[in-house]
C-alpha cells in the first residue's frame, strides 16, 4: 500500500497526484488534480516532472503549491511552484526541495487558515535555503556559506 500525495489548500481545495494508470495509458508527466472542498474535480494539471517521487507542498502564497520529485538524495532535483487555479507553473527553483516536511509533507492548514511565505528548501551541497515567496528574499541559513551566530527565523 501507497500513500498518494495530498494537499489541503487553505482556502479548502484539495490538490492530489495524478495516480489513474489502472485505467489511462502511463503517462510521461507527473499529474495534479485539483478538488473543491466538496469534492469537485476543479482541474487536471501535467507538469515537466517524471511521474513518480511526488511530494506536493507547501502552500507557499495563496493557490500556488511547491511540487517536486525525488528521484534519489544525490541528484540535484527541480522544484516547481504552481499555480492551482490557472494550472500554470509560475516559478522553477532548479536544484532545490524541501528541506522541511520532505518525506510526509503534512497536509494540515496552518492555524487560522493562513499561509506561510516563508519556506525552506535544500540544495546538493548541503545547504538550507530561505526563501520569502511574498518579497523574493533568497539567503544560505545552514550549511556552507551560511552566516554563523544567526539563527534560523521565520521573519
Same mark, same amino acid.
Given at each position: *500500500? #501507497?500513500?498518494?500525495?495530498?494537499? &489541503? %489548500?487553505?482556502?479548502?481545495?484539495? !490538490? =492530489?497526484?495524478?495516480? $489513474? @494508470?489502472?485505467?489511462?495509458?502511463?503517462?510521461?508527466?507527473?499529474?495534479?488534480?485539483?478538488?473543491?472542498?466538496?469534492?469537485?474535480?476543479?482541474?487536471?494539471?501535467?507538469?515537466?516532472?517524471?511521474?513518480?517521487?511526488?511530494?506536493?507542498?507547501?502552500?507557499?502564497?495563496?493557490?500556488?503549491?511547491? *511540487? #517536486?520529485?525525488?528521484?534519489?538524495? &544525490? %541528484?540535484?532535483?527541480?522544484?516547481? !511552484? =504552481?499555480?492551482?487555479? $490557472? @494550472?500554470?507553473?509560475?516559478?522553477?527553483?532548479?536544484?532545490?526541495?524541501?528541506?522541511?516536511?520532505?518525506?510526509?509533507?503534512?497536509?494540515?492548514?496552518?492555524?487560522?487558515?493562513?499561509?506561510?511565505?516563508?519556506?525552506?528548501?535544500?540544495?546538493?551541497?548541503?545547504?538550507?535555503?530561505?526563501?520569502?515567496?511574498?518579497?523574493?528574499?533568497?539567503?544560505?541559513?545552514?550549511?556552507?556559506?551560511?552566516?554563523?551566530?544567526?539563527?534560523?527565523?521565520?521573519?
Amino acid at each position: *500500500v #501507497s500513500a498518494i500525495p495530498a494537499l &489541503f %489548500l487553505a482556502d479548502g481545495r484539495v !490538490v =492530489v497526484e495524478d495516480r $489513474s @494508470g489502472a485505467s489511462q495509458p502511463p503517462s510521461a508527466h507527473a499529474r495534479l488534480w485539483v478538488f473543491d472542498r466538496l469534492g469537485t474535480k476543479l482541474t487536471d494539471i501535467e507538469l515537466p516532472l517524471p511521474p513518480w517521487g511526488l511530494s506536493i507542498g507547501p502552500e507557499v502564497a495563496p493557490g500556488r503549491v511547491v *511540487v #517536486s520529485c525525488f528521484r534519489s538524495p &544525490f %541528484l540535484s532535483e527541480d522544484t516547481l !511552484v =504552481v499555480d492551482v487555479a $490557472s @494550472g500554470g507553473v509560475v516559478d522553477k527553483l532548479s536544484g532545490l526541495r524541501p528541506a522541511i516536511g520532505f518525506w510526509g509533507v503534512s497536509s494540515a492548514v496552518p492555524a487560522g487558515g493562513a499561509v506561510s511565505s516563508v519556506q525552506y528548501f535544500r540544495d546538493a551541497e548541503g545547504r538550507v535555503i530561505h526563501i520569502d515567496f511574498a518579497n523574493g528574499e533568497r539567503r544560505i541559513v545552514a550549511g556552507p556559506g551560511a552566516p554563523r551566530g544567526e539563527r534560523i527565523s521565520v521573519r
